[in-house]
């Protein structure tokens, strides 16, 4: 679905090797898709989070149609190709010092994408690359033979180091290209959905466009369950929190269970956490992509679903501890609560006592005492002073 521009945009690049292309974007939002509707010839690696010593390296040479021919220096990749050892030239002689050995071991994978150009070398989920194929990737781009392309894709929010890195100091001669994939738009979510469902709802909502996330749930009703989330997507969520430091465990949590976005005072308040622990556990919640920042100084979950997902998992204990601070007054003397914080941002959006109290299941009254408390805090007098006046 959609997808043409960014298809012509990289079958423009590979069409004139040599070329480096990077593909990021969020998981499940279509990198593997869009390599799979190209029609050049590539060869594919995948880097897996156990990140074996070359191991995408291996994966995607695995699957090359060798040529008759091959340079001698080849015979250095049999101990990782067993399988192509009666087409590889022999074993060249051992080498005493390990640097050698490993140049050696590096161009005979260039020769090897020599021999079979043209072609593009494609290595699939960079964030989880080992520091060997770090490093012969970084080789490879500084001398690509002429017919022959790299194309990684990774996704940043799990990438432990600049990717794009890759692109700096290319030859002069080498085209570059990054392509940042978003999600699907409203219309294209709506068309995907109708491709998997006789009758769909309007899946945007849920799945701000991420296509993953779309079949997961158009899957998921197709079977008549629900509501709730997917469960493949719950597992990568959980995943995603599990691998996370402990305070920023905590920030999103505190966030999942806020359920509008807020401040990161009030995140670290309702978190329970001292201001230089939560102003770490923030910015790495937003760097692996889990919490957003829709608008300026206000943090969220970034995709309902995932909101639901980090909302179930919180064991019972934690999560009624976390709901009694949301309410609990703030702990400075004259500041604005998290609950009070919550309830003027709404105000400032222009949504009236009632509209508030039904958003926040609470009663209009409690909605008034928290609108009178913040606006005396603030030390403003009237709810239109309010936009601007939130943070
Ligand atoms: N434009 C699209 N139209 C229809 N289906 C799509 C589109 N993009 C992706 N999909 C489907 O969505 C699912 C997820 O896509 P894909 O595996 O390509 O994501 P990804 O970006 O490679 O994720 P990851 O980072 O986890 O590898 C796949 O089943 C894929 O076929
Ligand atoms: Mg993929």
Known sequence: MGRERELDQVSAVL????????????????????????????????????????????????????PPGLNPVTGALRPLLPEFSHLLPLDPPPVQDPQVERHRLFRAVLSLID????????????????????????????????????????????????????????????RHTQLSLAPLDVEETALLAKHLLPDPPDLWPLTLGV??????????????????????????????????PVAARRIVQAAAVVDEPASERSLAAVAGLPPEQSERGLAEAVRRGLLHQPSPGRYGLRQPLARQAVYDSITPGVRRRLHRRVEAPAETKGAVSPREEQV????????????????????????????????????????????????
């Open 115 to 174: 021999a079979l150009q043209p072609i593009t070398l494609v290595v699939e989920d960079v964030h989880w690359i080992d520091p060997d194929s770090r490093e012969l990737l970084a080789f490879l781009t500084r001398c690509l033979p002429a017919g022959a392309n790299l194309l990684l894709t990774y996704r940043p929010e799990d990438a432990s180091f600049p990717v794009a890195g890759f692109r700096s100091h290319l030859p002069p001669h080498i």
């Open 15 to 66: 069409a004139r090797p040599p070329a480096v292309v990077l593909i990021d974007g969020e998981a499940g939002v279509g990198k593997t898709r869009l390599l799979h509707e190209l029609s050049s010839p590539l060869l594919v690696g995948s880097c897996h989070p156990m990140r074996f010593p070359f191991g995408p390296i291996v994966e995607a040479l695995r699957d090359a149609d060798l």
């Open 344 to 391: 003027i941002g709404l105000a400032a959006q222009g949504l009236t006592n009632r509209e508030i109290a039904e958003s926040l299941f609470l009663s209009p009254r409690t909605v008034e005492v928290h609108v009178a408390n913040a606006l005396r805090k603030l030390g403003l007098t009237s709810r239109r002073q309010l936009p601007g006046n939130t943070e």
């Open 211 to 244: 296509p993953f996330a779309i079949e997961e749930l158009a899957r998921m009703l197709a079977e008549g369950r629900g509501p709730g989330t997917p469960p493949a997507l719950r597992d990568a969520v959980l995943l995603k929190i599990e691998a996370l």
